[in-house]
């Protein structure tokens, strides 16, 4: 299994970045997805989940209305829109098969002005 998550980088506050994360080594098109972020010096927290067909998506309250999670399934690919993003974002964002244990290396987003 593997999760190659890609997308970070540095972003003023009010910008936007969309991350991807492309899977192999299962049947992706089976699985919910999440995506977790780890703030510096913080624990890893919950962001966003898409059910297997991408029908049912969730959020963390504190990115309703701005993040969108989003998936293609012929692409093996989860997405994470994340627009008006504010310094509290500041992350290493994951990937992740939910109820699996299943993790990508992450991509570090950075919101600074």
């Known amino acids: 299994v593997q999760l190659a998550e890609s997308g970070g980088g540095w972003v003023q506050p009010g910008g936007s970045l969309r991350l991807s994360c492309t899977a192999s080594?299962?049947?992706?098109?089976?699985?919910?997805m999440t995506w977790y972020r780890q703030p510096p010096g913080k624990e890893r927290e919950y962001v966003a989940t898409?059910?297997?067909?991408?029908?049912?998506?969730d959020y963390i309250d504190s990115v309703k209305g701005r993040f969108i999670i989003s998936r293609d399934n012929d692409k093996n690919t989860v997405f994470l829109q994340m627009n008006n993003l504010k310094f509290e974002d500041t992350a290493m964002y994951y990937c992740?098969?939910?109820?699996?244990?299943?993790w990508g290396q992450g991509t570090q987003v950075t919101v600074s002005s």
């Open positions: 898409i059910d297997s067909g991408g029908g049912n998506t």
């Open positions: 080594g299962f049947d992706f098109r089976l699985f919910v």
């Open positions: 992740n098969v939910k109820n699996m244990g299943w």
